[in-house]
């Protein structure tokens, strides 16, 4: 089923993951009426759950901790580091640890975007994709893996933290519908994704999670947020996969869930600490 391959999106995708993505205004509690101008700084961990999407017996299932730490400004750009756990049984055999690890800095005008993925799984040795990703002066990226040269990939593409300010802006404007293409440099560290995005009606009830018991969330706006992921340009197809999840008008995000197809993936938040809200840029 390509476990690995799954939980590596799961981890450092996405246009995944926690993403499977996360926070977003400087001051949770900036302007209602104008979209958030940049992303606020937060520490975060999410218990995980997998099984089986059609609950068979034997299927795939397990648990996990995804721990998650955002810095950066809106004048200094965005660092992401996540590292998650993961413990999988599949088909009634041995369990299987699996630990991913990434780190990521995004430029502050969104340009430039640099990635560093590990995986391992059990005793295997573990894998790396490491490199940089540039917007190029068309349609497109120039993409370095490592130490060999760049190299050109196809569609104009939004990087992590550009993309969820495009959401969250989309939520504050009443916009229902987006489509976009992605780019998080999971993965070969190449592929860009067609993402639509889905914004429901936004609501200021109380989250059930304690975590989310703060005072920097009391009466903010959340929104219900579904995103399809499809192979470029074909938005017709079956998607690879359908995250869902709740956004706060300062970013935070609860009640995780991601649809592989084969495989459920589920998020609670257990632990959230927001960083004070960034200076304004000289």
């Known amino acids: 089923m390509g476990l690995p391959r799954t939980l ?25 009426a104008t979209a958030p101008q940049g992303l606020t700084a937060y ?37 992401e580091i996540r590292h998650q756990v993961t413990e999988l049984r599949t088909g009634g055999g041995a369990p299987q640890l699996m630990e ?26 573990p894998k790396s994709v490491k490199g940089k990703a540039k917007k190029t002066g068309g349609s ?3 993409v370095t ?3 060999a040269k760049s190299r050109d990939v196809d569609g104009e593409a939004l990087f992590p933290a550009e993309y969820l300010k495009r959401t969250l802006a ?3 404007n009443d916009e229902k519908i987006f489509r976009a293409k992605v780019f998080d440099g999971s ?60 956004l706060y008008e300062n970013g935070v995000v609860h009640v995780l869930k991601i649809d592989y197809g084969h495989l459920v993936v589920a998020g609670e938040m257990k632990e959230l600490v927001l960083a004070p809200p960034a200076k304004a840029c000289k």
């Open 8 to 32: 590596s999106v799961l981890a450092f995708g996405g246009a995944a993951l926690l993403s499977a993505k996360l926070a977003v205004a400087d001051q949770a509690a900036a302007s209602r």
């Open 145 to 147: 893996l490592g130490s």
């Open 170 to 172: 989309a939520a504050h």
């Open 100 to 125: 991913l690890r990434s780190a990521t800095f995004e430029t502050a005008d969104g340009n430039g975007f640099d990635f560093d993925f590990e995986s391992k799984s059990g005793a295997a040795a």
């Open 43 to 79: 520490r975060a961990v999410y218990e995980l759950s997998l099984s089986d999407a059609g609950l068979a017996a034997g299927g795939a299932g397990g648990r996990g901790r995804l721990s998650f730490n955002l810095s950066g400004s809106a004048c200094q750009g965005y660092q």
């Open 187 to 246: 993965g070969q560290g190449t592929p860009v994704l067609d993402a639509s995005t889905v914004i429901g009606k936004p609501s200021t009830a109380p989250a059930t999670e304690k975590a989310l018991r703060i005072q920097q969330l009391e009466g903010l706006r959340h929104w219900p947020v579904t995103v399809s992921y499809f192979q470029p340009d074909a938005p017709d197809s079956t998607p690879l996969y359908v995250k869902t999840y709740e």
């Open 140 to 142: 497109g990226l120039a």
